[in-house]
C-alpha cells in the first residue's frame, strides 16, 4: 500500500489528505463508512473479518493508517477516512459537520454548560441547518471528534446487543453527552482545521522532520515523515497558523487550567490504541500550551518533546504496543504534573493563586482523605461537610469511605485503593474515637500515613490525648468537641492546600454539628 501526499496548495485551495488505495481497500472502507452515515451503525469487528476471510488483513492496514477505528467492538470510520472518498461522501459530512459546529460554537458562546445531551446538539445543529435532523448529526458529530472540538465523556456506545452477524443491523451506535472544548470559539471551517490538524502532524508526529528553510510566516514548508521501511509521507505546508506563529506566551493560572484538565482525561487514554487522534490530540494540545506557557529554551519543553519518543518493533502484538504508548502518556502526564507546579510559583495575585491552587489540586486525584472507622459514619459525614462548606473542596477530591459520594470506586481493589489513596492525599485527617481505636484498619492508614512524614491531623471524639500511644501519641492532635480548636484544623488544612477559608458564618453551623456528634461519642 503507497501513502501518497497530504497537500495543501495555494492560501485558499482545497486541501487533500490522500492515501492511494486499492479498489479492495477502498471498497471495505467505503461499506464501513456508509454502515455509518446511512444506518448510525458500526460494523461488528469479530463476525466482519471472519466473513473476509484472508482479505481481513486489509482492515488491519486501514487502522493502521488511521482511516479506520475501534469503537468497542465496531468499525467506524475517521474523518481521516472518509477523505479518501469520492467527493460526494466529503461534501455530505463536511457540510453537515459544520452545522453541527456553528451549532456547538453558538451555544458555547451564549451558555455557561459545556456538556450537554445529544438532543441539545440536535437541536442547536437544526438553528444553524433546519434540513438535518438526529440522523445527519450523530454520523457527522462521530466522526468530527478528531477535530478536537470536543470529545464524548461517556464515549461512542453500541445502543444495543450485538448479534453475530455481517448484516449487524444491531450494531446501532449512541452518544449520551457532548463535552465542548473552548477551541471551538477558533472554528471558521471544517476545511480550515482539518489543514491545522495536517501541520501539527507535521510538526510533532515522531520522526517528522521540516525542511531546514521552512518559513511559517508566508512560504512553502516541506515535512517528510517514515516509518522506517521506506514509506515516506510528505506535507506541503503554505502559510498555515502553527503554534509557532503564536505568541509564547499564557497567563500562568490559565495554563495551569488547561494542564491539569488534560491530566485529568490522560487516563481515559489507557484503552485508547497507539496512534488514536484522542491521543494524537491529547500531546498536540499540551504541547501547545506548554509552547505558550514557558521560554523556548525551557527545560519542560524539551522533556516533553523527549517523552513523546517511542521505540517499537515489528513484532510487538496489540497489548505490547499498547502498553508502551500508556508507559510514554505516564512520562508525558509526569512533565506536566512538574510544569503546573512550576507554573504557580509565576502566579502573583492572591486571588489566582487561590484558583490555581484548587484547580492543581485534582491533579493527583483526592486531596483529603478521613481515616475513620465505619461506626463513626455520621460524624465522618459531617465532618466533611464542614470541609466542603469552610474549604470549598470539590466532592471528588475527598475520600471518606463510609460516606455515600466519597466512597471508593466500584470494582476497585479496597486495600491497595486505600494504600494508594492514604499515600498520595495532600492532607490525610485521622478521626480517632474509640471505635477507630479498635480497628486494625484505621490504625493501619495511619501508621502507614506517619511513616511518610507527610501531613496527619489526628482529630479527637471520645478520646483523650492520653490514651494515644505509638507513633499518634507523637503528633499534636486537636479535639472535635472544641470549636475553636475546630477552626483551627480549618485554617491548617486551608494552608497546606494553599486555600482561603470562606467566610465563617457559612459554615459555623457544621462545626456546632461535628462538635454535638464528637460530644456524643461514647468514652472509652
Known sequence: MTLGCFGISGPTSDYNDTVELTAEQTEILSRITGRLLNMRAGTAANPYRKSLGPKRKVIDLLLATSLLRTVGNMYVPTFRGVQQLDEGIRRIVESSLTSVLRGLQQLYKSDDRTTIGFNVVVEVTKRANPTLDQYDVLPALILGEELGFYHFPHNVRVDSKVEEDVAGDDCRLTVDEVTVHEDILDFTSVEERWKQI???????????????????????????????????????????DSASRRPRSIAANKAVAILTTLVHDAPHLENEPFGSPKRDQWVTTAQAALERAFEADSSVLSSFETAQSSSFSIYDSDSEIQKRANAQTASMVAILRSAIEQLRWDIEDEDAKEVVAMVSSNVNGVTVFISHSSRDADLAQALVELLRAALGIAADQIRCSSVDGYRLPVGVSTESKLREEVNAAKVVVGLITPSSLASSYVMFELGARWGTGLFLAPLLAGVEPRTLSGPLSLLNALSASNDAQLHQLLADIANQLGFRLQNAASYVHHISRVRQLADAAPQP
Not at 231 to 236: A, E, G, K
Open 198 to 240: 495536517l501541520v501539527q502532524e507535521a510538526r510533532w508526529k515522531n520522526g517528522a522532520r521540516l525542511a531546514p528553510d521552512a518559513d511559517y510566516l508566508g512560504t512553502d514548508a516541506i515535512a517528510e515523515e517514515t516509518d522506517g521501511s521506506g514509506i515516506v509521507r510528505s506535507y506541503s505546508l503554505r502559510n498555515q
